[in-house]
């Protein structure tokens, strides 16, 4: 069943950080996901476009930038959306299977793929359609909702759902609190620790799952002339991580085997944005790249060079209010926050309901907030960041005040003007305007109902957190 043109298995991680094996994690247990690295080559330089789920995945499926394209704002509806990667593909003579989870901030059409079901079994049996394929399945153990407590109701079914999976691990992959490596900007307690250990159990969990896949592939006709991609989303549900544009939230593992064409066990530090994935399985497949893509392949035959940054940027997340923007080379990390007077933890219901998140709030009450974690709960932040991703992965450190880094910081701020410039920021225009232009839904009621005041002492910022621009603004702690 071999073709010349390769298939395609599209393993998607949620709410996962560089915290594999392969990447040097020795807390991990990820014995799968470290097996498909030794077969292939792992990405040290793969930044997403956005640090939450809707908006980073449509700079996947659309290849465009998320406040180019209008998807920038999480939980938001693009009306009109472009087509897909994937329609791309089908009209390339590819079977599409679109297993799971379509987040995108746009209500794909039911063309986009031929199939959602579970094609698990068709891959071990070699059952698939007589043509190329795309597999594409979503891993959403790791997802915050699932590390909730179970007294958030509805919301702890996803919670109980991965408690009956529990069992399933064996016991040298269950995580000790104890010996959870808690980062510097986190409060070192026990209620953190243990959401830490749970984290890396549902980890565990999806790599087992992995390994079915890889497993099945294997056993398949299909395995020699198959491309296996593993990447996430974003960072994992921890506060300063999902949600904010840091390493830990931006920074994120990828891997690919592509047997015959990439050496096994070899690691590549060049920089992929994700907005890149769907020019690059176009190229792979030989489907020609739409003109209006925004990323570039960083496989197959390509004659464009290597990126020198990646953008990220952050914008309404649910009923937060905020617009920030990253530009990212191999070393520096520059953070331009639109919005300074707005803090860094404003009240999101999502957040709140994560322990480590309640600990801030709580410590911050008391006055026990120490470090990077007290600078984080602060009432304000400043309008610039600029880091040294090598030396300084955890980003504690700003030096974009340091005359030293004046020239990087010029360099970084140039780029991401650059940049913007180039692809447009709808981000910078009122969602409002949105709305009356036709590009988005209008939700903006919904969001104003997810509204859940904190109690006083510990309620930074705002205490109505759906913003509108201009009364973002006019706002002052």
Known sequence: MSTTRPNIVLLVGEDVGLHLGCYGDTYARTPNLDRLASQGTRYTNAISTAPVCAPARSSIVTGMYPWSVGTHHMRSTRLNPPRLFTHELRDAGYHVNWFTKTDFNLNPPADFADDTSNWLDDLRHGTLPDKPFLLFRNFGTTHESTMWHQAYGRDGGARAGRLARQDELKPEHVHDPAQAPVPAYLPDHPRVRENIAWYYDALSMDDQAIGEVLDALDQSPYADNTIVIYMTDHGRGLPREKRWCYDAGIHLPLIVRWPGRLQPGTVSDELVNWVDIAPTLLTVTGTPVPDHYQGQPFLGATDQPPRAFAFAGRDRMDEAYDHVRVARDKRWHYIRNTFPQLPYAQCN?????????????????????????????????????LYDAQHDPQMIHNLADDPAHAETLARLRAALDAHLAEVGDLGAMPERELIAQGVVKDRMDEFAARIEPLPAPYRIGPERTVLEMHEAQRYQP
């Open 349 to 385: 219901v999502y957040m709140e309901r994560v322990a480590a998140t309640q600990v801030l709030r709580e410590q911050r009450a008391a006055g026990e907030l120490t470090g990077p974690a007290a600078l984080w709960m602060s009432e304000t932040k400043p309008p610039e960041e």
